[in-house]
């Protein structure tokens, strides 16, 4: 049984930089979301998949972030121009639909920007 | 807007010594109220989800109860190793998971 993995764990970038963090969910799930938390925080949601198709963006995304999940199945979400304030734990989690969603979630990327 | 507070923000405990963690809420039609446990570094784990007030579920330690406006979280007879941040979310209509800033509980031996 595997479960939502994460890639990479830890990343450390300067400022400006593009960064792309990958995610493979639980594989008989249909549901992506990426969810993001600073320290002390809940998470907080940032888009997510049904399938291949984006269903829904949190209006506080900044237009520098991105996500894709090309055939359905694992995920990507990039930062471009990278800024201290996206310092932040990157969530991926998984469900299947129907019903209230049990979310599975990842270990997370802990990204810091310089 | 789904709220959700949880209080208190941290909460230490001697071994044994039992409490709860409180979850207040607001939506639109509750669909779902999720608590779930983590780790330092790791992602949240799935505990309980209760869909309707007066619904009650228990693991081990853990009991979760569910009114119209709040859920707990009752510990009992507490170890160290329930020491953990521990998240309340709710789910209205079809939208994604609303998440409270959790409850850092410490259980100290």
């Known amino acids: 049984d595997t479960g939502v993995s994460q890639d990479p764990r830890h990343k450390i970038t300067k400022r400006g930089q593009n960064v792309t963090f990958r995610c493979d969910p639980i594989?008989?799930?249909?549901?992506l979301y990426w969810y993001r938390q600073t320290l002390g925080q809940g998470p907080e949601f940032l888009t997510y998949f049904q399938n291949e198709a984006q269903l829904e963006k949190s209006r506080l995304l900044s237009d520098r972030f991105s996500a894709e999940r090309p055939k359905g199945s694992f995920s990507t979400l990039e930062i471009q121009r990278t800024e201290q304030g996206d310092s932040a734990m990157y969530l991926c989690?998984?469900?299947?639909?129907?019903?209230?969603?049990?979310?599975?979630f990842g270990s997370g990327t802990q990204l810091s920007v310089l | 807007e789904d709220q959700v507070t949880q209080s208190p923000e941290a909460l230490r405990l001697q071994e044994g010594e039992s409490s709860s963690l409180n979850c207040s809420y607001t939506v639109s039609g509750l669909r779902g109220l999720f608590w779930y446990r983590q780790d330092p570094g790791k992602g949240p784990e799935f505990l309980f989800t209760?869909?309707?007030a007066g619904e009650e579920k228990e693991k081990e330690r853990l009991k979760a109860t569910l009114t119209k406006k709040e859920s707990f979280l009752h510990i009992t007879a507490p170890k160290p190793e329930d020491s953990a941040t521990y998240l309340c979310?709710?789910?209205?209509?079809?939208?994604?998971?609303?998440f409270g800033k959790g409850t850092r509980l410490s259980v100290i031996a």
């Open positions: 989690a998984s469900s299947s639909t129907g019903g209230a969603e049990k979310l599975f």
């Open positions: 979310a709710v789910q209205s209509g079809n939208t994604p998971l609303v």
């Open positions: 594989s008989e799930h249909n549901r």
């Open positions: 209760l869909y309707s």
